[in-house]
C-alpha cells in the first residue's frame, strides 16, 4: 500500500467550510511541566526545554527555572546547566549520544520528580532533495521531498539565501525553515491535508537538509501532535485527544533521541 508523506503541498482541493468561533482560555491551567527536547549524535550542547502550561493559546508558556536536570544512558551522567539568557533552557556540555544506547531524562523541581526514556536508533541514508521552478518567469525554485523513506523519519530543510540579498525591495525574509514528515502511517488528514505556504527561494540559495531517525514512540507522538495541529482542519479532521507522551505522570511533551544525517545543496538554475 502506497505511504504518504506530509509536506507544503495542498493534497485536497475540495473546499471545506469553517466555523468561526471565539476561544475561552481555560478557568485552571493543569498541574503539569511541559519538556521538549532532543538529543542527537552531533556534538554539541543539546537543550532541554521545560515550561508550565499555558491557560490561552495567545500567551507564552511560563519556563521552570530552577530545576535539577540529569541525562543519563548505561555508562554516564551527564548534569545540566540553565542557560543565563534563556530561562527554561537547560543545556549538556558539548557532548555527542550514540546510536543503540538508552537515554534518561531526570527532572527534579519543587519536590517532584519526573523521567522519560527513550532509544536511539540508526538513520538510513536519504537520496538528496530535488528542486522545481516556481514558473518559467521567475527564478524562483521549491524544494521536492524525496518520498522513499521506508522507516519513519523527521527531515529538517533550513534554506539561506542571504549572501545574495532580498528577492525584492520589499522583502525582508533571506532565509526560511521547513519541516517534514515520513510516519508511516495513512491518516485521513495526513493525505487531506490542509494546505501550508510554499516556501520560494532564488538559485544560489544554500540548503541544508538534515534527516533525523524516529523510533517508533518519537513517530508516534508526532503523529499525535500533527493531528492536533498541521493536520488539523479540512473536511477530514480527526476527533481531538490528549498528546501521547514518554514523561512521567506530572508533565508532558517529548524527550527524544534520534540520529541524524546532514547534507549541504546548492540551487543552481
Known amino acids: 500500500m502506497k505511504r504518504y508523506l506530509l509536506y507544503i503541498l495542498v493534497f485536497f482541493t475540495i473546499t471545506s467550510c469553517e466555523e468561526l468561533y471565539d476561544l475561552e ?46 541525562i543519563s544512558n548505561e555508562d554516564t551522567t551527564f548534569l545540566l546547566s540553565e542557560s543565563n539568557s534563556k530561562p527554561g533552557v537547560y ?9 543503540g544506547k538508552n537515554y534518561q531524562l531526570s527532572i527534579s523541581y519543587k519536590g517532584q520528580s519526573y523521567l522519560a526514556i527513550t532509544k536511539m536508533i540508526p538513520v538510513s541514508p536519504f537520496v538528496p532533495l530535488t528542486f522545481a521552478k516556481k514558473n518559467s518567469t521567475e527564478n524562483l525554485y521549491y524544494a521536492l521531498p524525496y518520498l522513499g523513506s521506508e522507516e519513519p523519519a523527521m527531515f529538517e530543510i533550513t534554506a539561506d539565501w542571504r549572501h545574495i540579498g532580498p528577492m525584492n525591495e520589499n522583502d525582508t525574509i533571506m532565509m526560511a525553515r521547513i519541516l517534514y514528515y515520513n510516519l508511516k502511517t495513512i491518516d485521513v488528514p495526513e493525505v487531506f491535508a490542509a494546505g501550508q505556504e510554499t516556501v520560494f527561494f532564488p538559485a544560489g540559495t544554500i540548503i541544508t537538509e ?49 540520529n541524524v544525517l546532514v547534507d549541504t545543496i546548492y540551487v543552481t538554475p
Not at 543545556?91 to 546510536?99: A, E, F
Not at 514512540?217 to 493536520?231: C, I, K, P, Q, V
Request: with cysteine; net charge negative.
Open 25 to 70: 482560555p481555560a478557568e485552571e491551567t493543569p498541574d503539569l511541566i511541559v519538556v521538549d527536547g532532543i538529543i542527537t549524535n552531533e556534538k554539541t550542547r543539546h537543550e532541554i526545554k521545560i515550561s508550565l502550561p499555558s491557560a490561552s493559546i495567545n500567551v507564552e508558556n511560563e519556563p521552570v527555572k530552577g530545576a535539577i536536570v540529569f
Open 91 to 99: 543545556l549538556t556540555d558539548s557532548i555527542r549520544c550514540y546510536t
Open 210 to 258: 538534515k534527516k533525523y531517525s524516529l523510533n517508533d514512540t518519537h513517530a508516534a507522538f508526532l503523529r499525535s501532535l500533527l493531528l492536533e495541529s498541521a493536520w488539523t482542519g479540512g473536511n477530514f479532521d480527526a476527533t481531538h485527544a490528549n498528546l501521547l507522551t514518554n514523561l512521567s505522570d506530572g508533565a508532558i511533551g517529548y524527550f527524544g533521541a534520534c
